[in-house]
């Protein structure tokens, strides 16, 4: 198996998310689990039905409309089929901690 590159991040499995929760929390992993996929069940749902979801300290998630694009040469707008996407914001806080930490490593 060869070395890790420069670049690797070890990514966190969801299974190891719940077992680092479980230890912090005591409480048994299942009871996590429980909690963590009704977390992701109720986002899901949220943003399904269009709604943006706030976390204070962490993140924004929105929901948008696509706006119309220029599609050809002569630079004509061209109505195309409205799609929902979704904007990702971190937090001020979250965003001053990762620029402070980023300027100790450099």
């Known amino acids: 198996m060869s070395r890790p590159g420069r670049y690797y991040k070890h990514k966190v499995t969801s299974r190891e ?3 680092k929760i479980a230890n ?3 409480y048994h992993q299942y009871e ?3 909690m963590l996929y009704g977390l992701y069940a109720t986002l899901y749902d949220e943003i399904c039905e269009g709604n943006s979801i706030e976390f204070d300290r962490l993140f924004i998630l929105e929901v948008k409309d696509t706006k119309d694009k220029p599609m050809n040469r002569e630079g004509v707008w061209v109505k195309a089929p409205v799609r929902k996407t979704i904007k990702f914001h971190l937090s001020r806080t979250l ?4 620029r402070r930490i980023a300027k ?3």
């Open 24 to 26: 912090k929390c005591d």
């Open 17 to 19: 998310f719940i077992k």
């Open 32 to 34: 996590v689990a429980d």
């Open 104 to 106: 100790e490593n450099a």
């Open 95 to 98: 965003e001053n901690e990762l």
